[in-house]
């Protein structure tokens, strides 16, 4: 429901702005908290450049391409405009990031990502080489590859590149994705602390992804599902690889759990039914009044559960009455998840392996 919310009152937000001019906030201790970051003009993000270019003593030739090119700067050019720029001011200089840039413009293609081992390299000066993997970070995010946006980007901090925003935005959004809450929780403030200059997508979907991970819960059906979510991206992506097997095993780790305690509290209930039925009517009859009744005396045995019971035990009515609870506390297609876990238990056992402690 507060997603729904958030979501209704972001759409609003844009019909009301359509041209998605920076958000604005009307509260006074917002603008007037002190912030980490803050995001360089084009006289700044310039300056940037030519001093990177003076300490490496780049020969004046270049140096006057690289003027002209910012020379052609909008005095009003956004950060991701300024991010453009840099590159397109180091491509000038190092024939190395023509291959990356050209990578960042096209499509992504299934198969191995390109290798920029010199981005990492200690002799690539620490300016080209933090605004380089932002926007191969940017691009790399576009394309969901996440694990691959934290290779480039996640050790990144905001004074090492000229467009901060993106930077935290792109941290946000793959820790969020990843289900690395702590990680996402502190990007997404740090990115929030000036609402009212950030482009209003940034602003929007980071307050979503707020708002959202405050509903995340450890190993809850919700946490499942968005895990079997990454297993699924990840095969989509061709990415089959150890990764893929941890979060699937991880997912069937939390599914035993879940499991766990539906049986526990399966047998809590039949204890308390069997404890109700023993402590017989709540009026003594008199003994001056015979009983009815036509049975023999004997009751069926039943057995209770205990130490080493698994789901597999479970009488067919209990293993469906347990379904039946799932499906009348989340959404329909987590009972495709619990079945699939199901069949895939069963097909594990037949074969002679058992997955459970």
């Avoid at 300024?82 to 413009?105: F, H, K, P, Q, Y």
Wanted: glycine fraction near 6%.
């Amino acid at each position: 429901m507060i997603r729904m919310m958030l979501t209704m009152g972001v759409l609003l937000s844009l019909l009301a702005n359509p041209l998605g001019a920076p958000a604005q906030e009307s509260s006074r201790d917002e603008l007037t908290a002190p912030t980490t970051w803050q995001a360089p003009s084009v006289d700044s993000a310039r300056q940037q450049t030519f001093t990177w270019l003076e300490a490496d003593k780049i020969e004046p030739a270049k140096m006057q391409q690289v003027e002209s090119l910012w020379s052609k700067a909008p005095k009003d050019a956004t950060a991701a405009q300024l991010l453009d720029l840099v590159a397109a001011s180091i491509r000038l200089v190092d024939a190395r990031a023509g291959e990356l840039i050209e990578t960042c413009s096209a499509a992504h293609k299934p198969g191995p990502l390109k290798k920029f081992d010199w981005l990492a390299d200690e002799q690539t000066p620490s300016f080209v080489a933090a605004n380089l993997r932002l926007l191969y970070g940017r691009w790399l995010a576009q394309n969901r590859l996440y694990d691959e946006v934290l290779q480039q980007v996640g050790e990144l901090s905001t004074d090492q590149v000229v467009d901060p925003a993106a930077l935290l935005f792109y941290q946000a959004t793959a820790n969020h994705w990843l289900l690395k809450t702590d990680e996402a929780t502190v990007a997404l403030a740090q990115l929030l602390e000036q609402p009212d200059r950030l482009p209003r997508r940034y602003a929007s979907l980071g307050r979503l992804m707020q708002a959202d991970l405050a509903t995340v819960k450890q190993d809850s059906l919700d946490h499942i599902g968005r895990r079997i979510r990454d297993i699924e991206r990840r095969l989509r992506l061709g990415r089959a690889d150890k990764k893929v097997i941890e979060v699937q095993d991880g997912v069937i780790e939390s599914l035993d759990k879940l499991i766990k305690k539906i049986e526990d509290l399966q047998q809590q209930q039949n204890q308390q039914a069997l404890s109700g039925a023993d402590a017989g009517p709540s009026k003594p009859a008199e003994d001056s009044r015979p009983l009815g009744g036509k049975g023999s005396g004997r009751v069926a045995k039943r057995r209770l559960g205990g130490a080493g019971k698994s789901w597999g035990d479970l009488p067919a009515k209990e293993r469906e009455r347990a379904m039946q609870q799932i499906g009348r506390a989340y959404p329909a297609h987590y009972r495709d998840i619990i079945e699939d876990y199901f069949r895939r238990l069963a097909k594990q056992e037949a074969d002679g392996e058992n997955t459970r402690p």
